[in-house]
């Protein structure tokens, strides 16, 4: 397998855009506009360039590209700390309990509030497969590489990390959690919304959304259906999500409704398995990769999949993947089992 996860460069513009008009709308953090992502590029640039070793508003865009064909197949981005800069909006979802002595009955209402709870976490998101390369290898590849990032750059990383799936939408792209709620408020369709919030921000959410408490037995049958229900094609992303300890904490995405997944960032499966170990030797294994392999600070992190064993005095990996990470003998790698 040739595949190999690195930082985004300005001359992946191109990609960027292609992958963008095939995510079928909702993917808020990949725009199907070339602007929008020549600033996401540029910004990142900027943040892999940052020396300080602290939170920020940092922004880093990865590309898995496929070496033998020298074509980027996939991308992922990882946002060090939401709602630095703009709020990061979320719909609570709560409960109400009230009681009528006349009567003698409890009533639980549920209930929607916009909050901005997970300010300062943060974020993984962006991530976007070409159909054509959807093994479990290569997307497991691209979705944990983000982890080993975080885990080879923690102080730049809040303790609390969250991952938005996007909701469910129908063919045309429509929304009904949308249809239901926050169309209700805007004169625009989810599809233009979402446009509109990808390139420009989420202000006009503050101007325009209520701010008070929404009763779910308002809305109609086909909002509260898909409420904290990921799109059918992001079901194995949850999945994989929940493997590295995410889990659905009540939050969801106020314009499709799509579940908001949050875990302690130790706690990530990947962040707490990682090692770090130093090559011994180069030699070829057999059998299937048995690791994902990482090296590189920043701008260089390099990141695939490997044949790796260690003991306490280093490691032997496969020239493969030493050729894709371009390390050697004496050089340290991180690793986390797959």
């Known amino acids: 397998m040739t595949f190999l996860v690195r930082a985004a460069r300005e001359s992946d513009l191109a990609a960027l855009y292609r992958m963008a008009k095939s995510t079928g709308g909702g993917f808020t953090n990949l725009p199907p506009n070339r602007a929008a992502l020549e600033g996401k590029l540029a910004r990142s640039a900027e943040c892999f360039g940052r020396k300080e070793d602290t939170p920020a508003d940092d922004l880093f865009v990865f590309i898995l590209e496929d070496t033998a064909e020298n ?24 409960t109400m309990t009230q009681h009528s002595q006349e009567l003698d009955r409890t009533f639980r209402a549920e209930l929607l509030t916009l909050c901005t709870d997970l300010d300062g976490a943060s974020e993984i998101g962006g991530l976007f497969l070409e159909a054509a390369e959807r093994s479990a290898g290569v997307g497991k590849l691209l979705a944990r590489s983000r982890y080993l990032f975080i885990a080879m750059h923690r102080a730049r990383f809040a303790d609390q990390t969250l991952a938005e799936l996007r909701g469910a939408h129908d063919d045309a792209g429509n929304s009904p959690f949308w249809d239901g ?33 929404i009763y779910t037995a308002l809305l109609p049958a086909s909002a509260r259906a898909v409420m904290g229900q990921p799109h059918v094609t992001g079901r194995p992303a949850m999945r994989m999500l929940e493997q590295e300890g995410f889990a659905f904490a009540n939050y969801i995405d106020i314009f499709d409704g799509g ?63 030493a050729a894709l990470l371009n390390v050697s003998s004496s050089d340290t790698v991180t690793y986390a089992p797959l």
């Open 259 to 321: 579940p908001t997944m949050i875990a302690r960032t130790d706690q990530i499966r990947t962040v707490r398995e990682a090692g770090t170990t130093q090559i011994e030797a180069v030699s070829e294994r057999d059998g299937e990769p048995s690791h994902i392999v990482a090296c590189g600070h920043l701008a260089d992190f390099r990141a695939c999949l490997g044949c790796l064993s260690h003991n306490e005095s280093g490691a032997t990996l496969d020239p493969r993947a």
């Open 181 to 213: 709620l926050a169309g209700r408020f805007f004169d625009m369709s989810f599809v233009e919304a979402d446009e509109f919030n990808g390139r420009h921000g989420n202000q006009f959410i503050t101007d325009l959304m209520p701010k008070h408490p």
């Open 71 to 94: 074509r980027a197949a996939g991308t992922c981005q990882v946002f060090a700390q939401i709602g630095t800069r703009m709020p990061f909006y979320s719909y609570r979802i709560g």
